[in-house]
């Protein structure tokens, strides 16, 4: 069975300062992996994807993640965190025979003026 | 503007009764989902449907039900029988089932569900 492991329940970061939210997968193929972000009381959004394409994988609003099949990982990334990335993150992994969205547990990110 | 709309945002309700949380779509989708969100948990599937007049079982479904007469609507119920449903619930939708090629998953912006 396919999962994901988020290694970080709650990351703390100061404005302008990296981000890097940690996320490990279990498959015996090649996954097809995303990355979703959910502010306060939302609902989540479509970060990026990876699909078996480009191992480094570009989203929106500066993030970006790449796809290590060597490290079972898909780390997420920023260079400069904003105000507006305090928000809660979720890796998640497609199932290949039923096409099921296994979500992680969830990091929550807080930046720091 | 197209999207998903989930109401009511906020809902009370006494141990014992039902209640009926509504989510709209004018997408287009053909799949529609709903999730449970719990602290540190992550979403768990409750019920999908990926076609008008069909429905699926998720992971967690006992306790809940659901309909789907029309394309645009995917109305869940949580029943007396659901132990412990205090909770926000999430609907989303996609163009295909399971998200289609792209996993990619349009969402409501939720109902939180409290049990006095």
């Known amino acids: 069975a396919q999962s994901v492991t988020q290694l970080d329940s709650h990351v703390s970061v100061s404005e302008g300062t990296p981000v890097l939210l940690r996320c490990n997968y279990s498959s015996s193929y090649s996954p097809s992996l995303f990355w979703y972000v959910q502010h306060p009381n939302k609902g989540l959004q479509l970060l990026l994807k990876?699909?078996?394409?480009?191992?480094l994988v570009k989203g929106i609003n500066g993030f970006e993640a790449e796809f290590k099949k060597s490290e079972t990982s898909f780390h997420l990334t920023k260079p400069s965190a904003h105000m507006s990335d305090a928000a809660e993150y979720f890796c998640?992994?497609?199932?290949?025979?039923?096409?099921?969205?296994?979500f992680g547990q969830g990091t929550t990110l807080q930046v720091k003026p | 503007d197209g999207g998903i709309t989930q109401s009511p945002k906020y809902l009370f309700r006494k141990e014992g009764q039902n209640v009926t949380l509504s989510c709209e779509q004018n997408?287009?989708?053909?799949?529609m989902y709903w999730y449970r969100q719990d602290p540190g948990q992550g979403l768990r599937l409750i019920y999908y449907s990926q076609i008008v007049n069909d429905f699926q079982k998720g992971d967690i479904a006992e306790g809940y039900s659901v309909s789907r007469e029309k394309k645009e609507s995917f109305p869940l119920t949580v029943t007396s029988a659901q132990k412990n449903p205090t909770a926000f619930y999430l609907c989303a939708s996609s163009m295909k089932a399971s998200g289609g090629n792209t996993g990619e998953l349009f969402f409501g912006e939720g109902s939180r569900l409290t049990v006095l």
């Open positions: 997408l287009n989708h053909d799949a």
């Open positions: 990876y699909t078996s394409a480009a191992t």
């Open positions: 998640v992994v497609k199932e290949r025979n039923t096409g099921k969205l296994i």
